[in-house]
């Protein structure tokens, strides 16, 4: 399900890029250094977004040709050595293509609006919104998200740390602060602690 979400956003950005690129009307006297950064740009986005759709759209495709009657190879050791590498090449090319084509949206409004009067005011705006949600995207969404996702360990270290919580529930101080030094010590995300869920309870006891 992941895989589908990313390949389908990242070619959903790569044909809004695509667009922007074929439908932009330029104006014959537009200064030559804003037009090669435009055309620059656009093309880094397509391309990072491709790169996204495609290592998403092969590996799910050889997700589906894993037997899972025989499972000659165990899944997760089929994962690590198939497809977590090109998952992280998916992943972040997709964040850096999102802030990328921010940077287009700015570019574009300049393009458009280059033979207009009031050009000055009405693409600082738009380019006024798109550094402000790239802000917020490397500040928030990507620092939260980013290494967490690209952790291989992230689901099994929950696990083994919620087992380790609730079977040190009702003991000392001393047992929280060596949970609080071990998420310190492995350089955890807070996101990567957690309670156990409904059905992992029913597969521990």
């Given at each position: 399900?992941?895989?589908?979400?990313?390949?389908?956003?990242s070619?959903?950005?790569?044909?809004?890029?695509?667009v922007?690129?074929v439908?932009?009307?330029?104006?014959?006297?537009?200064n030559?250094?804003?037009?090669?950064?435009?055309?620059?740009?656009?093309?880094i986005?397509?391309?990072?977004?491709?790169?996204?759709?495609?290592?998403?759209?092969y590996?799910?495709?050889?997700?589906?040709?894993?037997?899972?009657?025989?499972?000659?190879?165990?899944?997760?050791?089929?994962?690590?050595?198939?497809?977590?590498?090109?998952?992280k090449?998916?992943?972040?090319?997709f964040?850096?293509?999102?802030?990328?084509?921010m940077?287009?949206?700015?570019?574009?409004?300049?393009?458009s609006f280059?033979?207009?009067?009031?050009?000055?005011?009405?693409?600082?705006?738009?380019?006024?919104?798109?550094?402000?949600?790239?802000?917020?995207?490397f500040?928030?969404?990507?620092?939260?998200w980013?290494?967490?996702?690209?952790?291989?360990?992230?689901?099994?270290?929950?696990?083994?740390?919620?087992?380790?919580?609730?079977?040190?529930?009702?003991?000392?101080?001393?047992?929280?602060?060596?949970?609080?030094?071990?998420?310190?010590?492995?350089?955890?995300?807070?996101?990567?602690?957690?309670?156990?869920?409904?059905?992992?309870?029913?597969?521990?006891?």
């Open positions: 399900q992941q895989l589908k979400v990313l390949a389908n956003q070619a959903l950005i790569a044909g809004f890029s695509m922007v690129l439908e932009s009307n330029i104006a014959d006297d537009i030559s250094i804003v037009l090669t950064f435009f055309g620059l740009i656009v093309a986005t397509i391309a990072l977004m491709l790169v996204s759709t495609l290592n998403s759209t590996i799910l495709v050889a997700i589906l040709r894993y037997d899972c009657v025989e499972r000659s190879v165990p899944f997760d050791v089929f994962w690590r050595r198939r497809c977590e590498a090109d998952w090449v998916a992943l972040r090319a964040s850096v293509g999102v802030p990328s084509f940077i287009v949206v700015a570019l574009v409004a300049w393009v280059w033979n207009h009067p009031s050009r000055y005011y009405s693409a600082s705006v738009v380019t006024a919104i798109s550094i402000m949600l790239t802000i917020y995207w500040s928030s969404t990507h620092r939260k980013g290494d967490f996702l690209l952790m291989s360990e992230a689901r099994i270290l929950t696990r083994g740390m919620s087992f380790a919580a609730e079977s040190k529930a009702g003991g000392s101080s001393e047992g929280d602060d060596s949970s609080v030094d071990m998420r310190e010590s492995l350089q955890l995300s807070s996101l990567a602690i957690g309670e156990l869920t409904e059905s992992e309870m029913k597969l521990k006891s």
